[in-house]
């Protein structure tokens, strides 16, 4: 099995925030904690605004050298001067975002439960692929990403994995040492105070 030491955090934003005051607290919450990676994930589709949320998220990551990826918007990743994109369709877009932003550029793929999907999404090129969700308290039909592909995909696939979806205290336990990355959004965002609970999230992880 090849060896996690710790998982990495990964933030994902809410799907809808003022840029300036979640700027402010992206930051904060950034100076707290070891994160190596944000997602911009906002649920409109408004060009105007996600360029908006984009350059104030930019200027808070650069300044902590914290990357900053899009979710799905391949196209904005060179006008923003973001670092790559986060794909939720597996591996159908990973070659075109692969050819379109170069090798330097960060390609993540959402593979869901599947493990062949991820696996397809390892081929094409993406740099990491997340299955989701773990937790039962997320949207959907129920289907839950297993510890058992989990177990395997840290053993048999050297692409980074990424656990993502309703992380509660117990599934953070069980599937912490099986990942390179923890993803985490309203298990943050919805807490009263999010420095405190990634804080707590944190110390799980590494206990």
């Not at 911009?40 to 990826?69: F, G, H, N, P, W």
Request: with cysteine; hydrophobic share 50%; aromatic share 6%.
């Amino acid at each position: 099995m090849v060896e996690i030491e710790q998982p990495q955090l990964y933030l994902i934003t809410p799907p809808e925030f003022d840029p300036r005051d979640f700027a402010t607290l992206l930051g904060q919450v950034l100076d707290s904690a070891d994160v190596a990676c944000v997602r911009l994930a906002l649920a409109t589709q408004d060009e105007e605004k996600i360029c908006r949320a984009a350059d104030a998220l930019l200027e808070v990551s650069m300044a902590r050298d914290v990357a900053l990826v899009i979710n799905e918007h391949i196209l904005l990743v060179e006008k923003l001067g973001l670092d790559g994109v986060h794909l939720g369709d597996g591996a159908r877009r990973i070659a075109k975002a692969r050819k379109m932003l170069g090798d330097d550029a960060i390609v993540g793929a959402f593979s869901g439960t599947s493990r062949h999907d991820g696996m397809s999404a390892g081929e094409a090129g993406a740099d990491y692929v997340s299955f989701g969700p773990i937790g039962a308290g997320a949207l959907g039909d129920g289907t839950r990403a297993s510890a058992d592909l989990f177990k395997w995909w840290s053993e048999v696939i050297e692409v980074p994995i990424v656990a993502e979806g309703a992380l509660d205290a117990e599934a953070l336990r069980e599937f912490a040492p099986m990942s390179d990355f923890i993803a985490l959004g309203e298990e943050i965002w919805s807490a009263q105070d999010p420095i405190a609970k990634l804080a707590e999230i944190a110390k799980i992880i590494q206990a």
